[in-house]
């Protein structure tokens, strides 16, 4: 089992190691050179040279690379990234939740490999898994080993409640996950339990995150900023530092990805804050999205013109940098705009606000008072 992967991502090639931050950047002459080497034999001294400058805790010079090595071909098609909603079910039902209608649904198990043969083709080296709680799922524990085998780098969005588990414990040393976003709902039993609507949440939240922090699993947190938790935002905060765990603070609330408002009810005005301006991504260039049933977008919030993975194969990928292009391009409600240019949020979003017929201060720089 590999300690360790080479593959191109993005026009370069980079050494990383799953479970551990950092990297190094290889010439192409260089990868070149592992890639037609024999993986029975020992790797080259430059190469455990820059091993154990990066890792100094990992001396590979006696292994044969087959043992440590993954080394991943290159793709002509240019993806380095992807998520994957392996499923819409939850064991929570948070006000906020942009997900809508919590359906445990999905592919069966030989649809749902196909389309992970599929992005290692594609090139997909950083792999989310999400939900929905991807933890539920039925398939998620050999999902996940089986994208780790084809060499992804993953990461787990989870809410951290089955972290304790020693299955999934087990299998997370057996092969690290790249990070662990946990999401964070509050500070004290009462918020919590009140946002996720499950009584029992927040116990189930701090035995994941005992377990998760005792095993050292390479946590990082979200913490979402809601009405009902709005006053222990630092609270959450100071956990967070206590733990050691970097984060992230969340406080803007979105659509569901129906285009329904009925959630931006949870959102917390005092701590709304402004967008910065939105300067473009490479959704659909670079990145897609997949949901449970393999259908493909140019990200989570650009659901329209999905392709088929299991029905069209790789092939069908081929129309999703146009279909990026349009939607990226559409006005829709916006047409006419004298301040487009410094919009806070992508086409894709700002359609959702407007199907859920969201204030514009949420989205738009036309609800800031100063604007009025």
């Known amino acids: ?157 989870t809410n951290g409640s089955l972290l304790w588990r020693e299955n999934l414990l087990r299998l997370f040393r057996e092969c690290p996950p790249y990070r662990v976003t946990v999401s964070m709902y509050g500070a004290a039993k009462a918020s919590y ?50 733990w050691g765990v970097e984060y992230e603070v969340f406080t803007n609330m979105t659509p569901t990805i129906y285009g329904g408002g009925e959630v931006l009810t949870a959102q917390s005005k005092e701590h709304l804050r402004v967008r910065k301006t939105f300067t473009g991504c490479n959704a659909g260039h ?13 990200c989570k919030i650009g659901r329209d013109d999905q392709i088929s993975l299991p029905n069209e194969g790789i092939e069908g990928l081929a129309r999703l940098g146009e279909i990026a292009d349009r939607l990226m391009l559409r006005t829709g409600g916006c047409s006419g705009c004298s301040i487009a240019g410094s919009c806070r949020v992508c086409r894709p979003l700002a359609k959702h606000y407007q199907e859920a017929k969201a204030p514009l201060a949420a989205y738009c720089q036309h609800g800031d008072k100063k604007a009025g």
């Open 286 to 298: 670079t990145f897609f999205h997949m949901d449970p049933f393999g259908l493909v977008s140019i």
């Open 1 to 157: 089992m590999h300690q360790l992967i080479v593959s191109p991502f993005l026009g370069q090639n980079v050494l990383v190691r799953p479970g551990r931050r950092g990297g190094a950047l290889l010439p192409d002459t260089l990868y070149e050179e592992l890639r037609n080497l024999d993986p029975a034999g020992l790797a080259p001294a430059w190469f455990v040279d820059a091993v154990q400058e990066q890792w100094d805790d990992l001396n590979v010079g006696e292994q044969r690379m087959r043992d440590f090595l993954l080394v991943r071909h290159p793709s002509t098609w240019g993806y380095g990234k992807a998520s994957w909603e392996i499923n819409l079910g939850c064991n929570y039902d948070c006000k906020h939740c942009y997900l809508g209608l919590k359906m445990k649904a999905g592919m069966p198990w030989e649809d749902k490999k196909r389309c992970l043969d599929i992005m290692a083709e594609t090139g997909v080296l950083f792999l989310q898994m999400t939900g929905g709680e991807p933890t539920i799922d039925k398939d998620f524990m050999r999902a996940y080993r089986y994208a780790w085998e084809l060499g992804m780098m993953i990461t787990v969005s």
């Open 193 to 242: 339990d009140e946002l996720t609507q499950r009584p029992g949440a927040w116990d189930q939240f701090v035995q994941g995150m005992n377990a998760a922090r005792h095993a050292r699993l390479p946590l990082r947190m979200s913490i979402v900023v809601t009405d009902d938790n709005g006053h222990e935002e630092q609270a959450m905060v100071d956990l967070c530092e206590s």
